[in-house]
């Protein structure tokens, strides 16, 4: 089932590309980024069943860094909300010449 | 790898996780409400805790369950509520035409490019033979083929790992300050 496997993974990875791109509500591109990586670790158990269990290893450190990434994006959210009263990305352009 | 040997119940299950899965995950991006799109995403990451189930990774689909759909999601939730953006009315919309047609070509880009790697052969010699995973779990249990790897090879990732964690927990204590609570000190 590995076919299928990349086949279920491609399409959620794009998924959670095009969100980030349509979306402007920073916890909804966030989520969009948690789906990308939920892709990435269906490709990596795919393969680990066929190229040996070191896969899955890999599937723990992807969701270590996710929780880690987690908790400071929305600390960093959180901080933007209490600055701005908002979380569109539209009206976040301090960097826009 | 032959769908011949598969059993049906297999095939059936596997397809229709793989469906859910990719359905939950439309419906998440296109809810307005970051409630409703929280809980499509759950239902995402509980279809892909059972196919890992199907694909021999036992553990980490529990491991799935407990961190991502339990810890992470639930953060998530709380920072939607903590911010009271629960609303679907107030909320940033979808952006405009020219994003989302810049955004179905990048999509449409990237498809092509991820089917294109599906169709790549890997070397046959790295393989395993058919079912070893699966052998190996059932003689040392879900666990162990897991664990032997995650603290020998990988036993200095692991404890760089723990470097990041404490760095995260730093980081966002020091972000979710009040910037008032410095005077108050």
Known sequence: MLAESLFFSAVLF????????????????FMCVELMLNAVNLTFVAFARVYGVAGQVFVF?????AAAEAAVGLAIIIALFRHKQTVDLSNINLLKG | ???????????????LFGIIAIASALAFVTRKSPVA???WLVN???????????LDAQFIGVIQVLVYAGAIMVVFLFVIMLLNL???????DARGMGWKLAAGLVGLALLAQMFALTRAR???SLALPYGAVAEQVAAQGVIA???????NEYLLAFEVTSVLLLAAVVGAVVLGKRRGSADAR
């Open chain 1, 14 to 29: 794009t998924i959670g590309v095009v969100g980030v791109l349509t979306r402007r509500n920073a916890i909804i591109v």
């Open chain 1, 61 to 65: 450190f992807v969701m270590t860094v």
């Open chain 2, 1 to 15: 790898m032959s769908h011949g040997e598969l059993p049906l119940f297999y095939v059936f299950h596997f397809y």
């Open chain 2, 37 to 39: 799109a929280a809980l």
């Open chain 2, 44 to 54: 995402t990451m509980f279809s892909l805790a059972a196919l890992f189930v199907l």
């Open chain 2, 86 to 92: 629960g609303h679907a009315s107030e909320i940033a």
């Open chain 2, 122 to 124: 890997v070397p046959e």
């Open chain 2, 145 to 151: 083929p897991v664990a032997g790897p995650l603290f």
